[in-house]
């Protein structure tokens, strides 16, 4: 037991903290223009999506009272310390708000890297409607804590697949 929490200890020390509630106009523009290269054309759920992803994410780290760095916040919602903060946690939040927009021009899918695997982490994918989910735009809450990590899927450091689970309506359930 001894070992495993010295295990731990040297993970949260060796990791990154993150900054929780970070507050980024600039960013949410970033992800406006991306999701408006995607699509080829300029639309206004682009800035919604946009908006709605960096500052509900900061949000949801106000309301998880999230604890960097986010492997460390997991440690917590493990122990029974907090009741949500996984990235799954944080992926199903943003996609049940992202849903409740009605978008017309894009599609949302559930993400999930190193499936059925200790190191599982799950995100939304934006593609536009009929897009190849490679092609699309990640958004991940957990990782930063609240500040919104977003970047291309096809360039992002984890290898993500669409979730084999995932289909509409269906809740993907945090393991």
């Known amino acids: 037991m001894r070992n495993a929490w010295l295990l731990i200890l040297t993970i949260v020390v060796a ?15 970033q992800l406006e223009r991306a999701l408006d290269t995607m699509l080829g054309r300029q639309e206004s759920e682009s800035r919604r999506i946009a908006q709605t992803a960096v500052y509900y994410t900061r949000d949801l780290a106000r309301r998880y009272d999230v604890q960097p760095p986010a492997v460390w ?4 919602v493990n ?12 992926t199903r939040d943003l996609m049940d708000r992202l849903i409740a927009m009605n978008l017309v021009h894009y599609e949302l899918h559930w993400g999930v890297a190193y499936h059925d695997n200790p190191l599982e982490h799950s995100g939304v994918v934006v593609t536009p409607v009929g897009g190849r989910f490679e092609d699309g735009i ?5 990782r930063d804590c609240g500040d919104l990590h977003w970047s291309k899927v096809e360039a992002d450091r984890f290898p ?14 945090c393991k």
């Open 15 to 29: 990791l990154p903290a993150c900054t929780p509630h970070v507050s980024d106009p600039a960013k949410a523009h």
């Open 160 to 173: 993500w697949i669409p979730h084999p689970d995932a289909k509409p309506g269906v809740r993907i359930e």
């Open 73 to 76: 916040h997991n440690f917590l």
């Open 138 to 142: 990640l958004l991940d809450g957990w």
């Open 79 to 90: 122990a029974g310390a907090r009741q949500r903060g996984l990235c799954c946690h944080w």
